[in-house]
Nanobody
């Protein structure tokens, strides 16, 4: 299973970015994936959950992004998205896409998001 993230970059506080994670390999369709989502890791901090989407389509968010970020998926494109808005400097981190399916977890390589003026 390969996960390829894109969409990171430098953005000013209050701005928006959309991250994408394309899934390929032995998972032919993400519609049946147990859980997929995003974690992030800031320098000197532990990796933390940002948001995830469950196989039934329900979504979960960590408190610090609720109301600002939206996770979604496009089954036809085998891609999961993270729409980020009202970005703050504390959102600066490497964002990792992940898939949990049939007892195994797969990770992308990460994409850097920097929020700074």
């Amino acid at each position: 299973v390969q996960l390829v993230e894109s969409g990171g970059g430098l953005v000013q506080p209050g701005g928006s970015l959309r991250l994408s994670c394309a899934v390929s390999g032995s998972i032919s369709s993400i519609s049946g994936v147990n859980v997929m989502g995003w974690h992030r890791q800031a320098p000197g901090k532990e990796r933390e959950l940002v948001a995830q989407i469950i196989v039934d389509g329900s979504t979960q968010y960590n408190y610090f992004v609720r109301g600002r970020f939206t996770i979604s998926r496009d089954n036809a494109k085998n891609t999961v998205y993270l729409q980020m808005g009202s970005l703050k400097p504390e959102d600066t981190a490497v964002y990792y896409c992940y898939v949990y399916h049939n007892g195994r977890t797969y990770w992308g390589q990460g994409t850097q998001v920097t929020v700074s003026s």
